[in-house]
């Protein structure tokens, strides 16, 4: 992991610490948190153009997953998606203090593969749970070996459904994060997450009617109950 990064403008170091999810971790939480806030925050565009060769694919056919690009670099480039939401929502946890050490060795395997630690302020949904909040984030620069940039949405979209990786498919990985964003509050959706999910539940749905004509005629109709106790008899 490299050095950490930190930003102008963060609320001041509190002594708690808080990691901040806006990808797998908003529904696969790091162990020991004793709060969950979801939130989100703001100068980032979320964009799956990071390559994934260790959770959603393997180094010779890496899968795609979520990074953070800055929203002011990602404006000087040619996204076919061309708006984002000002909003990158997610979801915040604060750590045990006695498990801080062993949580952070655990996320650095986890995370590992690209990504580097930056700290960035957090804003919670609810205005019960306070002010901004500095969090650690996990962002996959576009200096990084596995970046991959803009890329065409169907050709993304056919990728991800095709990619598999040690932590399963790719495809489970871009539907829980669509599913997990729509839970986070009405004002959560991310658009390029969710043409993306449409696009491989397309393509899910195209081989599904495939494999149904493709399929011996046995299998087409199964019989009546009436027809089953006939053949027992
Ligand atoms: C996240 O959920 O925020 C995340 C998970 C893995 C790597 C980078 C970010």
Redesign the pocket.
Known sequence: MSTSQVQNGLPPDNGEFW????????W?PPPHFDRRIPGFVTGYVRRFW?ASQD?RGTPTNPGR????LERSYWETLTDHHDTAPDRVW??AYRIRADKVDEVKEY?DI??I?G?TIHYTPFHPAAAADGGPIRTL????TPDNDQFVGPQDVQALAEHIYRSHGPSGPNIDYLLSLHDALEGLSPESGDEHVTDLAQRVRLLASRTAKTLANDAPHEFKQAKSVEEQEETEK
């Open positions: 990691l901040f999810g806006y990808g797998s971790l908003i696969k990071q959770h997953v979520v990074t953070l997610g979801t996320l986890r995370e593969n990504y984030v996990y962002i996959g």
